[in-house]
């Protein structure tokens, strides 16, 4: 309901570390630790505090990785299904032995997975090691041998329908030098060839062999990798024997991953530990960059919101080397803002936080804009079972996930918001759309008629426009009515009423006016107060000028926000657009579902059909509903009175992503 | 009847209620194609800022949504025509003059829609640029976005008006 009151902490401490300080008032999880500034600057202590804090920095993503990793081989349950690890202060501790081997951990983590990489990589090398060596498994001379004294042997490959003896004898009639053309195998690739050559001369032959397609192949990378034992034959066969013994350790290598895995997989509870041990230590290094070191001191500036302070000073009070004052902020402060809500408000919260906190000292529009929010929300999704699922689903979600805090205030925003849909469902009769009602006559021939206590929307669209408009009339008159409150707070309660009364004057008479039209009765009063309404817009709008001719004059153009008026309210008519869309893809899913009629593939095709197509229609019409309610409340409502700009109230608090702090 | 010549045919395809049918179609489609391509280019503006910055999401997907407005708005008038005609009900049988009526009664939302989405989607994509660089001036990024739907506005009152106020 309203911004909570800051106070500024200034604190001394009479020891030049500042770890102690901060972690004392990172502890107390009130204080939102600012920059203290000061005429001379020192940029190396920023400096060290910044190294420090991405070491620490360094070993949580390292920490997190293994993590990530070690899922699947967790025997308990992790992430969305797992339990906060119940610690107390002194686990968070990471100058222990426990934080330590808990990096170790990582490490280790680290290094198998790099080791995995590696045996992938010498996998594949083998394997084709062993494929390109298929075709030489007779050949039974060593691959590093390059012929004799007088030869020279070279090993390739001919077409596939290359006749061996052809060949020869054509190279033979053509050639002068000895040669011997000698297949090794023959494949569907091609004929693999062994080719002996004299040294001299025998260029000749190599050419005519290259004009047949011979293609000579190179062995010497594949020697280069081999490791060859002295004295070591490399015939192809023994090669290949080597290669496959080694793709046998390998597997069985890899397997011993997987157990050293497993065993990994048992310290993730301490790694969760030591993972919020180092974020909490990287938070306090990056509150050390905002304070003032002298040598024999630190000097701290923190806010506390009012409502801490007992626990403030209970906190500092006990130490004797701490000194400090509490005060209000000065005009030119830039004072962080926590909104307070009951809790039943507080998750609407977010829908504030997501457009921008308000000023400090300014209005918190959290408790009105919820109201409106949750009348609009269920006007645009407007169905009892739909809300019926939001609402229980994400009560099940709260209960049964382990969810962050962020995220756990919008599930509860949604789960309130069902409730709004169910009321609205009631009165349109809304029950997944016309279910009952297509249920009825499809299935069993029977004609229910309407099941709304107010009105079908479907059949009535202009009426729920004219209702859609009727919310948009009352959210902006509202959004009106806060500014003369805001004025009234700032004491300038006149100026308040002449700014926006006027208007109200005006809007109900053009209201009238708009009814007797529409009622055809006399529109008398309507022009009368709509008319009464201008002259007192031409009164009051321009009573911050001097010259009377310009008082007149901007009054007279003050008129002109009418449009802007008329353009905000049509705007609302998209509650109308949303709702209807909600409803007639609703239908439309019920007309598919039932079309089977009373028959066993009917009734399947009903079980089928319906369950999957309203949940994916209650799916995508949810993130509209949000978003557009969302941006009625930004841009029509906040429009009329909303100081934006504020700095969100962020305390010095230890990182809880895996444990709950039980003191 | 039994259609045997042409211009038989043409009588019975452009029926006055066939008309205004067609000028639902280009409401809802003319405007829902421009907020499909601005809401798209903006979305793709957005993932850029969302790669450097993934906290930004609540506020981009505001931006993304704004101009979305129009094919909402395009629809409005595709229900109030349907509406008129009696399709979600009785279908009434308009004459040739009503139904071009309405047919252009739908043009106004269906043009301006298209062209201010995609204006608008311009103007939300540097909107989206503009938080990336100050994260706390979403207001005025909404606002720069929100003013080019003054016009989209206005087509839609002059297309609700001549569909509402038409004596069938």
Known sequence: MSISRMMKLSLVSADSGAEDIIKKLTWLRCAHITRTSADEENPDQAADAENRRLIYERDATALNTALMGLRNYREDKAGLFGRPIKATRADLDVDSERYGKAVGYSADYAALRAREAEISAERTRLRQQIESLKPWQNFDVSLDSRGTALTELTLGVLPPSSDIDVISAEIAAGCDSEFALLPVSREPGGVYVSVITMKDGGLAVTDELTRRGFAKLEFSSLLADINTQDGENNLPSLITDRAKAALEALDEEEESLSDKFKALAAHCREMELAYDAAMTRAAECASEKLVLKTEKTTVVTAWVPYLAVPAVKAGLDSDPAVWYTLSDPSEDDNVPVKLLNQPAVKPFESVVGLYSLPAYGSFDPTFIMSIFFFVIFGFMLGDVLYGLLLTVGCLIMLKLLNISAGVKNLVKLFAICGVSSIICGVLFGSYFGDLPQQLMKNMFGADIGGTHLWFDMVNDPILFLIVSMAIGVIHIMTGMGIKIYMSAKEGRLLDGILDVVPWYVFFVGLGLLGASSAFGISSAPGKAVAGAGAVFLILTQGRGEKNPIMKVLKGVMSLYDTVSYISDLLSYSRIMALGLASAVIAQVVNLFGTMGGNTVVGWLMFLLIIPLGHVVNLVINLLGTFVHDSRLQYIEFFGKFYEDGGTPFVPAAPVTKYTEITE | ?168
């Open chain 2, 1 to 168: 009847m039994e259609i045997t010549t042409f211009s038989q045919f043409i009588t019975t395809i452009f029926t006055g209620y066939n008309l205004a049918i067609f000028g639902a179609f280009v409401a809802a489609a003319f405007a829902g194609w421009g907020s499909a391509k601005a809401v798209g280019m903006v979305g793709q503006a957005a993932s850029g800022l969302l790669s450097e910055d993934p906290t930004q999401f609540g506020k981009t997907l505001i931006l993304q949504a704004l101009p979305g407005t129009q094919g909402i708005y395009g629809l409005i008038t595709a229900f109030l025509i349907m509406a008129k005609a009696g399709t979600l009900g009785t279908p009434i049988d308009l004459t040739l003059a009503q139904g071009g009526y309405l047919f252009i009664a739908a043009l106004p939302i269906a043009v301006v829609g298209y062209f201010s989405a995609i204006h608008q989607a311009k103007v939300a994509c540097s909107g989206i640029s503009l938080i990336a660089k100050q994260k706390n001036e979403i207001g005025k990024a909404i606002t720069a976005a929100a003013l080019v739907e003054t016009y989209a506005i206005f087509a839609l009152l002059v297309s609700l008006l001549m569909i509402i106020f038409l004596k069938v």
